[in-house]
């Protein structure tokens, strides 16, 4: 079966800002995102794409836009169920703020019992995301044969979910998985069970690197919402993951 590149978009706006954005219009790749989105094509040339799938917002496709703009023979389509997680009413708000909602500690521990207000549950997601790439893998097939390579651009928890499912992994455990900004994740399916070949390869290894300890450093948490005291950025608090992705790399 196919080969799939999941490509988690650029560093946006509300990645900076500390947002959970959802599916909150006028979110869009910051400098260093559009940045990361025009390194893409030299990161994929060597690999011969059927297509390309992106999420419908617009993060994801000014993410894959250098890609097509080098290759316009690829075929591009979008699929809303690889959209990112509908927060419902946590999107839009602070991720320091979310932090000290009660429903974090189940979206962290016991995210397959998480439903978001107003929004969607974390099995839903997962499931439509799955779903999605089960029905791309049999279309890709169809019409490329099964050593066919395609690509999707998506989001992180969507990415997360894809991950574990293809692990075998609960999807309680789904946090433990980290994927950055333009980050780049291969699966290769086959009719027996699926390979993680590759986990959030961004090429960006600053993000290894300690960090300052700065304004907000006393509860724990950096500035912009990470990990203050760890070397990743993986969270709002100690121990915890950033719903919705990390920033990757300053």
């Known amino acids: 079966m196919a080969t799939l590149i999941l490509v988690r978009h650029g560093r946006s706006t509300a990645n900076t800002a500390g947002i959970l954005a959802g599916w909150t219009p006028g979110v869009h790749l910051d400098d260093h995102g559009a940045a990361q989105a025009a390194a893409l094509p030299d990161r994929l040339a060597g690999l011969p794409l059927a297509t390309v799938v992106s999420s419908p917002l617009e993060r994801c496709v000014q993410t894959v836009q ?5 290759r316009p023979e690829l075929r591009f389509e979008t699929d809303d169920r690889v959209g990112e997680c509908h927060y419902g009413d946590w999107s839009g708000r602070k991720l320091s703020e979310l932090a000290d909602e009660p429903l974090m500690q189940v979206v962290q521990q016991h995210a397959s019992a998480a439903v978001f207000p107003g929004g969607e549950s974390m099995r839903a997601m997962q499931a439509r995301a799955v779903d999605a790439v089960r029905d791309w893998n049999q279309r890709i097939d169809a019409e490329h044969g099964g050593d066919a390579v395609y690509a999707i651009c998506s989001h992180g928890d969507i990415i ?13 455990l789904f946090q433990r998985v980290h994927v950055e900004p333009c980050s780049v994740t291969a699966i290769r399916y086959t009719r027996t069970r699926p390979f993680l070949l590759r986990l959030g390869d961004s090429g ?47």
């Open 66 to 70: 250098p890609l097509l703009d080098a």
């Open 160 to 172: 997360k979910s894809i991950v574990a499912d293809a692990l075998g992994m609960h999807l309680d």
């Open 204 to 250: 960006e290894l600053g993000s290894l690197a300690p960090r300052d300890r700065g304004e907000g450093a006393s509860s724990g948490r950096s500035a912009d919402g990470g990990d203050g005291e760890g070397t990743v950025d993986t969270g709002t608090g100690d121990g915890d993951a950033v719903v919705g992705g990390g920033t990757g790399a300053r």
